[in-house]
């Protein structure tokens, strides 16, 4: 068992974390009062190879794979967890494509997803189905040459900034087996938006309702065979939840960082805080939980990326417990930073606020337990 990255890994890490030092971490707070990410950013990360980090190498992506993905998603998130997490929705909607399009439909779309000029959007929650995705309720009729598409998406990350939607639809009957997932083009008619959320984090993401009214999709924009979008969609959330994990990795690293640096410089009662043994402990007890952390999700990668049979329970269990760390994590170094820490100039509290959803999204973290617990009483 070898547990050190190799090579390659390293130098995958640091140039994603070069890039996010250079180009993300010094706009992200503005970014984030002006709620929306530059569109000239994507096209910069795609020379990187990120704009299809696990797409095949066959079909012009990276190859990377799942555990090299998680580091350029901890390393970006040292920079910006919002940004970083909207490049993992767009390479897990990438994926999809690479996975279960057609040859003609790879050949048309994929191009531009990988140099990021098309930037994707995941649409699988509904205003009345989170947590129980299966109960969707968008319809999809069957046309002669297509699809006529009603009914509304929430929450869509990207929603009314992205360029394709890859949207899970109702084509057959109720329950898991008869959704089907189909790419939706911005400008399609009939296809609109909701107004911009206002959330506590992830700000410079627009998130937005997406809805479709007679919206008409052609054949060929269906992914794979009619009736497995649903298989589709979760197969692409296993992948999804370690990079969400990784976010909250990263975050969480940066956090305890600048906790460390200001620590050393803050003086109360005569010394430097980072004297007092009660917060020595605290420190201790961030970095047992952090490192711990990170062994957990590579190990959920590996097993990814190995084909485990408990693959999916694994991906779970790390999204649970690695975001659930990040955030008593950044919500710690908050506290060490006592009322500054509560200010914007010091790029804590942004972090509380941005790791929070990573417990809600992705399936939330009661959905982790469920499935660990169901694979366990299967066993
Ligand atoms: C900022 C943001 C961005 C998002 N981006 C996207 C996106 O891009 N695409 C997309 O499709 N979705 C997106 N989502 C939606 C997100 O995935 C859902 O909010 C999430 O799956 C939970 O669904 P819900 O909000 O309907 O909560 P519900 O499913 O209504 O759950 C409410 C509560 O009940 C709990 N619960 C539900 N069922 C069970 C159960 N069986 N056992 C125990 N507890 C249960 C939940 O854990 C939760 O605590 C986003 C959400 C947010 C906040």
Redesign the pocket.
Known sequence: MDFALSEEQSAIFDMAHAFGQEQIAPHARRWEAEASIPKDLWPQLADLGFGGLYVSEDSGGSGLSRLDATLVFEALSMACPSVAAFLS?HNMCARMIDSYGSDDLKARVLPQVLSMETVL?????EPS????AAALRTRAERTNDGYILNGS?A???GGGYSDTYVVMVRTGEDGPRGISAVLVEDGCDGLSFGGLED?MG?RSQP?RAVQFDDCHVPACNLLGDEGKGFRYAMAGLDGGRLNIAACSLGAAQNALDLTLSYMRERRAFGQSIDQFQALQFRLADMEIELQAARVFLRQAAWKLDTGASDATKFCAMAKKFVTEAGSRIVDQCLQLHGGYGYLGDYGIEKLVRDLR?HQ?????N??MR?ITAREMLKA
């Open positions: 929705i959007s995941y649409c699988l929650t189905c989170g947590s129980d998406k929450f869509i990350s959330k992830w998130t959803v809600i999204l992705e399936g939330t009661e959905i469920l």
